[in-house]
């Protein structure tokens, strides 16, 4: 510090004039450029953070009503694997002597059907996306001999939760 003070004592009443005024600019661009600018922002995407929660929670209470309403539609959870859910539910539809084999498929089931009723199919398919989450990955239906009798070959995803 001493050094600087020498140096500063040694320049002409002119120069330290303007190394005083170049100083004092340097030291205002600092605050307003490095500290009051950083601060404003901050506290203007604070102030919209909290604005847009305000809106949020004000969207939430007066919708509170219906998502509570749709709190039924969620899929239910029946603690069994996937597998034995597919299987249950088919055989509870009336397709249990259509089934030709149920297994695990990685991360989903596989189900083959023969000769199974197209119209209770579908409902089958409705009732396992609907009421358990599983949803067709793929799926291959073939007609069979009888009108309105088919083959498929059906994989489904893990349930949705």
Known sequence: ????????????????????????????????????????????????????????????????????????LL???TGEAPVVLVDRVAREAGLGSALRGTQPNGTGVRV?????????????LATLDERYGLSVETITVDRAARPGVVNASITFTQPRR
Not at 32 to 55: C, F, M, W, Y
Not at 116 to 123: E, H, K, N, R, V
């Open 112 to 124: 083959q059907l023969e000769a199974a009723p197209f119209d209770i199919l579908i409902t089958w």
């Open 75 to 77: 899929p239910a959870d």
């Open 1 to 72: 510090m001493n050094k600087l003070r020498a140096w500063y004592a040694g320049l002409q009443q002119r120069e330290q004039r303007v190394v005083a005024v170049g100083g004092a600019v340097v030291a205002v661009l600092i605050l307003v450029l490095g500290i009051l600018l950083p601060l404003h922002s901050a506290l203007s995407r604070a102030v919209q953070s909290n604005e847009t929660k305000r809106d949020d929670l004000t969207w939430m209470q007066v919708n509170a009503p219906e998502i509570r309403a749709a709190g039924s």
